[in-house]
């Protein structure tokens, strides 16, 4: 089990996670923005979760709270914008 460290987009400190955790959330993730071009978070999850259940994939611990991790980690690396200008945020690649 080989562990990445993931990165805040303000510097802050981030934590670290398993790597096939962190792909599979990630792989999902894109491909659920990928279908609407941008969406708030609350929006994504559900579409996550629904991807990881129909492929029978299970996540170990809470998907929310890896998930925000994954985009946070994305966005320090311009992978993903949020458009912090509307309520609730949204995302888009």
């Known amino acids: 089990m080989t562990k990445i460290q993931l990165k ?17 959330l990630k792989t999902s993730f894109i491909s659920c923005l990928e279908l609407k071009n941008n969406a708030p978070f609350k929006e994504l999850l559900a579409d996550v979760t629904a991807d990881l259940q129909m492929k029978n994939i299970k996540i170990a611990g809470v998907i929310e709270w890896n998930l925000f991790w994954v985009t946070l980690d994305m966005e320090a690396g311009n992978e993903l914008k949020r458009d912090k200008k509307v309520s609730p945020h949204t995302y888009s690649l």
């Open 8 to 24: 805040h987009p303000e510097g802050k400190k981030a934590i670290s996670m398993d790597e096939n955790k962190y792909e599979t």
